[in-house]
């Protein structure tokens, strides 16, 4: 099976082991077993251990925060959505569930870091997804709508796993979509479906060119051309990026 194919399986599925086992043998069988997973972790995890009483208020904080990854959310923002959409709770009722996805490895948070100024703020948190194939059974037809915040969720994932601290970075009133740091140093990351219009190429460049220091800075697209680069800022096709390190 050629690359393109597995990575339109992973976006579709997900990467938990047996997912992957699942869909060799029979697909059908991989979102009965993702329902498996779910309904384990949040009804027999968070529902039992936290004596939650709404499960209906919890499965719309849940869907919510699941079709806004990437996008920076606070608990009065989901609270004052859900209040609109006759579904009424606290941000401190919001506060709680999201926490107990967090202890359960359903969601991870993602802190907002000032490029600029060096210093870590206390807003403007995103969250992702432990693995897109739950977000996808979870929210059904309208899980594929947003390749964009899916593929920032990938690559979030795989820098985790590489060993970084993954923060959103913050640039005067500019956004960059990764700042990572190890005992190496740090490094820069946008992430978008493609750069090939000039106006999208503009965008994703002017937030890294405005950072001056020597650090590593990288666009990863899921255009199909060999690796670019613009002066210091390297464009990577993100199946390539992320198949690294079984080349090397």
Do not use: C
Not at 72 to 79: E, N, Q, T, Y
Not at 89 to 99: A, K, R
Not at 164 to 190: A, M, P, S
């Amino acid at each position: 099976m050629d690359e393109q194919k597995v990575f339109s399986n992973y976006i579709k599925y997900g990467s938990m082991p047996q997912t992957v086992e699942l869909f060799k043998k029979n697909p059908e069988a991989v979102y009965p077993y993702l329902d498996g997973v779910y309904t384990t972790v949040v009804y027999k995890d968070i529902i039992t251990r936290k004596r939650i009483r709404d499960k209906m208020i919890l499965e719309s904080v849940i869907k919510f925060v699941f079709d806004n990854i990437g996008a920076p959310l606070s608990s009065k923002k989901i609270s004052d959505t859900l209040t609109s959409m006759n579904r009424k709770t606290s941000y401190h009722t919001v506060e709680e569930y999201i926490s107990a996805f967090l202890e359960s490895f359903l969601l991870y948070k993602a802190e907002r870091f000032d490029v600029k100024g060096k210093k870590h703020l206390a807003t403007g948190y995103k969250y992702y997804v432990v693995d897109v194939g739950i977000r996808n059974y979870l929210l059904g037809k309208k899980s594929g709508s947003d390749l964009g915040h899916i593929l920032e969720n990938i690559v979030y994932l795989e820098l985790l796993r590489r060993g970084y601290k993954v923060y959103v970075g913050k640039f005067d009133n500019l956004e960059i979509d990764f700042v990572v740091e190890n005992n190496d140093g740090i490094k820069y990351y946008q992430v978008a479906v493609t750069t090939r219009t000039e106006e999208t190429l503009k965008r994703e460049l002017n937030s890294l060119q405005k950072i001056n220091d020597h650090y590593p800075k990288y666009i990863l697209t899921l255009d199909m051309e060999p690796e670019i680069d613009y002066n210091g800022i390297v464009k990577i096709n993100v199946i390539e990026w992320l198949l690294e390190d079984i080349n090397n």
